[in-house]
């Protein structure tokens, strides 16, 4: 040790001339200067990849526009513009980063079903079975069915907003038809109980749908009326306040129900979400705390050519071009004689389209929540999602792999590959899981075993506390 501070102090006495002594203040300098310039090419030459034709043949020559105008405007053979804001492509391009040419020359599944948020690669070709578990579902799903207790929060005919806190009568039709079936199915079913000291969750009941259309709320009353709503049952109960609502849960499948909470942050962080616009990106909701519920367009009765149809188009898609994904699916595909990407209402029932198509696009419009994934189902057609950060409904359950291929927004430019890429052998499994799973897919009056009330009952299951809180039989509300 002293004869290291011997060496250092010599050293430091010693006279250099001027040349060496610029040689040793501008080394650091230069090695800086080298770092920085290989870093500059090194980004230069990744991005080349991706405008490149040249660096990968899945890819169409880049236009001389910027990547943002591509996305944010296209025009079609009528040289018609459709705008995008930018607001509402945050999500679209969040970590969407460019990938590089030996990344979309990988093989089918490790694009697309391995792919499954944008983040993981790779494919187990054994992994076909259609739940993560069966034994753990099925023995779990019993415990579910004969224990679990829900209390829900009462109210009268004659309130002034029975419409939107009681049950409907009727069956339910259209796009938000979700949030009324389980209702209507929770209320009639043996997981009620009016003692709130055996309930495992307490519902509130209001309907999102119903508000949004009831004119003395509306869109811009929906927040003060939940605010309002967990106001007076906090007060009124002893229920909310012992756990700050963690054990309460309601139920939105509009997408507006993405903003219900803002003004009640604690029922916003703390209590269940049942939704259908699930995805990681909104910041409203908290996977693993939240539940995904499919939004299912309610069918009267199953195809008739079902098993028997012939599949002769590879895919389908069919919807309006408001979102820059869906721009970019109109970009590749909208004059291929294989993919039939129809953009508008198809002037025929789309039902035809999917019974004929192998595989079925759900492609993320402006807002991430559609039926299509649910049709495609319900017409024995491969769901193809193109929808990044999308927490796919009942997927604590499903093996999604099994009966659906995920697909990136960037991969748009290779769809058609991927797809052409399943072989026969797996596409035959892939359909056949689909006809497993369409049961769990289905609205049912009464609720049939492992319809979409009782799958959405277990994920509810899944998130009941470990500790429950009891009441004293002083605060017991009778």
């Keep these: 040790m002293g004869k290291s501070s011997v060496v250092i102090y010599n050293v430091s006495k010693q006279q250099y001339t001027p040349t060496f002594k610029i040689f040793f203040f501008l080394l650091p300098i230069s090695l800086a200067f080298t770092s920085f310039l290989l870093i500059f090419i090194y980004i230069y030459s990744t991005s080349r990849v991706f405008t490149n034709p040249q660096a990968s043949p899945y890819l169409e020559p880049a236009t001389n526009s910027s990547i943002f105008e591509q996305l944010f405007s296209f025009s079609t053979d009528n040289e018609e513009t459709i705008p995008f804001s930018i607001d509402n492509t945050a999500e679209d391009l969040f970590f969407d980063l460019p990938r590089t040419a030996s990344y979309a020359k990988q093989n089918q599944w490790s694009i697309g079903l391995g792919d499954l948020f944008g983040l993981f690669s790779g494919y187990n070709m054994s992994n076909t079975e259609i739940y993560h578990d069966t034994d753990i579902f099925l023995e779990d799903y019993k415990e579910m069915n004969k224990s679990f207790k829900i209390f829900v929060y009462p109210h009268k005919p004659d309130d002034p907003f029975a419409n939107v806190l009681l049950p409907v009568d009727f069956d339910p039709k259209g796009h938000y038809a979700s949030e009324l079936y389980f209702k209507k199915a929770l209320v009639n079913s043996h997981f009620i109980t009016k003692d709130p000291n055996e309930a495992d969750f307490f519902y509130m009941p209001f309907s999102i749908a119903d508000m949004r259309h009831d004119p003395r709320i509306g869109p811009e009353g929906l927040q003060d009326f939940i605010k309002d709503y967990i106001s007076n049952i906090s007060h009124k109960y002893p229920y909310w306040n012992r756990t700050g609502g963690a054990d309460h849960f309601h139920v939105a499948c509009h997408s507006i129900g993405r903003i219900a909470m803002d003004k009640a942050v604690e029922a916003k ?210």
């Design 269 to 478: 962080e703390n209590s269940i979400q049942v939704v259908c616009s699930s995805t990681y990106f909104a910041a409203g909701y908290f996977p693993h705390k939240d539940v995904s519920m499919p939004q299912i367009w309610p069918k009267e009765q199953d195809p008739k050519k079902l098993v028997s149809s012939k599949r002769n188009q590879l895919a389908f898609f069919a919807g309006q071009v408001n979102s820059p994904v869906r721009a970019a699916l109109l970009k590749h595909w909208r004059n291929d004689t294989e993919v039939f990407a129809h953009f508008g209402r198809l002037e025929t029932d789309d039902g035809e389209q999917q019974l004929r198509s192998k595989f079925c696009l759900h492609v993320k419009g402006f807002e991430v929540n559609t039926a299509r994934v649910t049709d495609a189902l319900h017409y024995g057609c491969v769901p193809v999602i193109l929808a990044n950060h999308y927490d796919l409904p009942f997927a604590d359950i499903l093996n999604w792999k099994s009966f659906s291929v995920v697909v990136h927004y960037m991969d748009i430019p290779v769809l058609k590959k991927i797809l052409q890429g399943i072989s026969l052998e797996e596409y035959s499994w892939l359909q056949s899981n689909v006809l497993k799973v369409r049961k769990h897919f289905k609205w049912n009056v009464p609720p049939v075993e492992y319809d979409a009330f009782y799958m959405a009952m277990y994920e509810l299951w899944l998130r009941r506390s470990s500790v429950r809180v009891r009441l004293s039989a002083s605060r017991e509300y009778i």
